[in-house]
């Protein structure tokens, strides 16, 4: 037997060609079943001349995971199973990307602020182990630090909401040419 299954990404279009040496399209029907240890789908094909094809447009009622894949091939009064091969399904990008993709930036912002947060004044500013040491940041270089990623990241929330820098400017005294 022969299928020529390829590990997909849910909600991908498939097209699979099943074959087998005793068993004929113009004689049996055959069925693609994909199981794993919650699921179980089970798919028709196409008979052709010499082949099945198995053709699915959107794959995403199939769930990521690793699947064992049988074949079915079945006619009045008899049913054989062979395993065929097994199959990576992957996560769909467009489907499980719900949240935002967080910015370096940000990233930075909330490591600098976890640090402030968790420092006390009876944390050591520095260790020493035989010739080798570690000092770490002042509160006051990391402040600065802070203020720079929120900067950062502040201009990077008004580019994605389409904001720009506003100036304003407040003129307090008239031009009259002297």
Not at 15 to 22: A, G, I
Not at 50 to 58: F, G, H, M, P, Q
Not at 77 to 98: I, L, R, S
Request: a neutral charge; hydrophobic letters at 30%; aromatic letters at 12%.
């Amino acid at each position: 037997m022969n299928i020529d299954a390829k590990d997909f990404f849910s909600g991908d279009s498939i097209k699979w060609t099943v074959s087998h040496p005793e068993y004929k399209p113009s004689e049996y029907d055959c069925k693609v079943i994909f199981t794993n240890n919650d699921t179980k789908h089970e798919l028709d094909t196409t008979k052709q001349t010499s082949t099945w094809v198995l053709e699915i447009a959107d794959t995403g009622g199939i769930l990521t995971g690793r699947y064992k894949i049988y074949v079915l091939f079945s006619k009045t009064g008899f049913k054989k199973t062979e395993f065929a091969n097994y199959v990576n399904v992957g996560n769909n990008v467009d489907v499980t990307a719900t949240e935002d993709i967080i910015s370096y930036n940000q990233k930075m912002l909330d490591a600098i602020e976890d640090l402030l947060f968790k420092r006390t004044e009876t944390d050591y500013s520095s260790y020493t182990i035989g010739n080798r040491s570690i000092v770490k940041m002042t509160p006051d270089s990391l402040l600065k630090w802070r203020n720079y990623f929120k900067d950062l990241v502040e201009k990077e929330e008004m580019k994605k909401n389409g904001k720009r820098d506003v100036i304003k400017v407040r003129w307090v005294g008239r031009f009259n040419g002297e």
